[in-house]
């Protein structure tokens, strides 16, 4: 009988339900209660961050991150077309104009060598995108920022616990952006956390976090009443949600090391595939230690990824490509953009496929994925197209 083999399965840590349970006991379920807290000290001692708040989602916080960096109408943001529509989101629902650049052919992150010629003088901040867990190049990003008075914003939706010459993703921008959702490493359902790096902005976060009004300062003591004083919105999270949270926070190496045999795996026995010139496997560059969020590979052209993703549905293993660069997309052409713009980015992306990566795969569940892809390039429909497109060259 085949094997079904799902893209995702949310892991359970084992003493959610437990401490989801001493947050009922202890009355507060609302919001920054004492796991809220938690989580938050956890994160800031970790990463070396000097304000984590707990919001809803990695999408609220780079909500809020743009708000602290004043875009508005008129501003533009420099980041890459390749990544989740939040980043964009963020950007555009103030007003400001997303400037697309193209991605490093190793990584998948932004160039770095391409974000000073894109810089204007209606540039407000950058949003680099650590994608797969692996870090952007943070020295010559801050050093262009600096340069020029510019913002940065680390979108690490998929690099909690990812490192850049030994420093945390997150913790090296003016604000940094987690995701907690169910397809990530450390995982609530929904959720994300806010890293606040310049201590100049905690103020006005607070304020912005609870629906623009300084209510922490009036539970702090430091004015007699609280009322409404910025724009804001809700972006308090659930105790409830923090304290399943923390359990997984809690035995994050452990869930890291475990991912990294899933992903050692995959390399391991792909490498033939790679080696007769069938797929690429990713890169990550020697000062960056990621976390294993991901695992993809790239195939030589569109039609083959296609085919692949066709075979490994068939066999009830689901395997799924990911970002369709959002530059090419009907919000993308609003701004002027077009299919040719980005070359690199067009072209990984369309070849790219992430592999079934969660805690609990087996070795087994593995081999077979293996096994699978291996039967399906090896095939002779496949070399005979690879041969066609190194003749046109």
Sequence with gaps: MPMHIPFNKPFIAGK??????????????GGDGQFTQKCCRLLEERFGIHRVMMVPSCTAALEMAAMLCGLGPGDEVILPSFTFVSTANAVVRLGARPVFVDIRPDTLNLDEALVEDAITS???????????????????????????????VEDAAQAVNSWYQGQGLGSMGDLGAYSFHETKNYICGEGGALCLND???????EILRDKGTNRRQFFRGQVDKYTWVDVGSSYMPSEICCAFLYAQLEIMDSITQQRQ???????????????EGLLRLPRSPEDCQGNHHLFYVLLPNAKTRQGLLEHLQGRDIHAVFHYVPLHTSPMGQKFGYREGDLPVTEDLSARLIRLPVYHTITPEEQACVVREMAQFLRGPGVRVRQEEALSAL
């Excluded at 045999?261 to 080696?275: D, K």
């Design 199 to 205: 201590p100049a902005l905690v103020e006005r976060a």
């Design 122 to 152: 209606k540039t407000k901040a950058i949003f680099p995108v650590h994608y797969a867990g692996v870090g952007c190049a943070m020295d010559r990003i801050l050093t262009i920022a600096r340069k020029y008075g510019l913002r940065v």
């Design 261 to 275: 045999l899933v992903g050692e795996f995959y390399r391991t026995h792909l490498q033939p595939l790679e080696s």
């Design 16 to 29: 959610e339900l437990y401490y989801i349970a001493q947050a009922v006991a202890l009355g507060n379920i």
